[in-house]
């Protein structure tokens, strides 16, 4: 029988899983899905549109797959969503084209970061709280951030660069990547600061030490100009990762019409 393609979108919780790449022994969000798709008969390979680490979450995953049977969208989502467990929900279905791949389709994706020092109780659990003595050990300084300065760390980054400076060292062999939007936006009447990078792609931990580096300069203890210097450097990243928590996956792009949900 002829091959179908599928795709999925999910809503997940990061807090509940160790990533979304299948570990043995461990909570995951690839085998949650498997584990759906399996009371439905299929056994398959997800492909993920963006791999996510231990803690981070999003509210707007993409993954494909093949199966040699017709499914329909409707119970395809219903089958992923009785098998779920907590945190993860599947949003919607679709069958599309036989060259769509949730990866390589994609145009590019968009990560959010929340920072505060006194974050709502609501936001609390998926936001990096401040100060935080691990991170930045001796600064207790309550100051709030200055947002301007990390502006002008992360405008550095816009671009294509070789972000070796940035990676997780051995990750990957490629390391040139384009940012295409970086921003620090204050949130009301919150005090809670989200910082917005979106790009056709991002390599393991790039956007937790690049917020990392961001916040470090927002609390004085380094200049904008870091940023800069790390990326001509590339040189084995010893900054500040920024805690999996805080971050959340928030928009995968593809060319309008790729993807007709259900």
């Known amino acids: 029988m002829e091959r179908r393609r599928y795709a999925l979108r999910l809503l997940y919780d990061g807090r509940q899983f160790r990533g979304f790449q299948r570990q043995p022994g461990l909570p995951t969000v690839q085998e ?64 599309v084209k036989g060259d769509f791949h949730a990866r390589a389709s994609a145009l590019g994706r968009r990560y959010v970061y929340l920072v505060s020092r006194t974050p709502p109780a609501e936001l609390a ?87 990392g580096t961001a916040v470090a300069v927002g609390l004085g203890l380094a200049p904008p100009e870091l940023v800069r210097d790390l990326i001509q450097a590339r040189g084995r990243y010893r900054g500040v990762r920024a805690p999996g928590w805080g971050l959340t996956l928030a928009a995968v792009i593809y060319p309008p019409g790729t993807l007709e949900w259900v």
């Open 32 to 95: 949650a899905v498997e584990a759906g798709l399996s009371r439905l008969g299929v056994k398959t390979m997800l492909e993920v549109a963006a791999r996510t680490d231990a803690g981070v979450s999003a509210v707007d995953q993409v993954v494909s797959f093949a199966a040699r049977r017709a499914l329909e969208p409707t119970a395809l989502r219903a089958a992923i969503n009785a098998a779920a467990p907590e945190g993860l929900i599947c949003l919607a279905a679709a069958e």
């Open 125 to 211: 659990p998926w936001c990096w709280t401040l100060p935080d003595g691990r991170a930045f050990p001796g600064h207790a300084c309550d100051a709030p951030l200055d947002l301007g300065a990390m502006r002008r760390a992360l405008g550095y980054a816009v671009g294509e660069h070789d972000f070796t400076g940035f990676a997780r060292p051995g990750d990957q062999r490629i390391m040139v990547r384009t940012v295409t939007g970086a921003q620090v936006l204050q949130a009301e009447p919150w005090p809670l600061t989200a910082v917005v990078l979106e790009g056709r792609g991002f390599l393991r931990a790039m956007v937790r030490n690049l917020v």
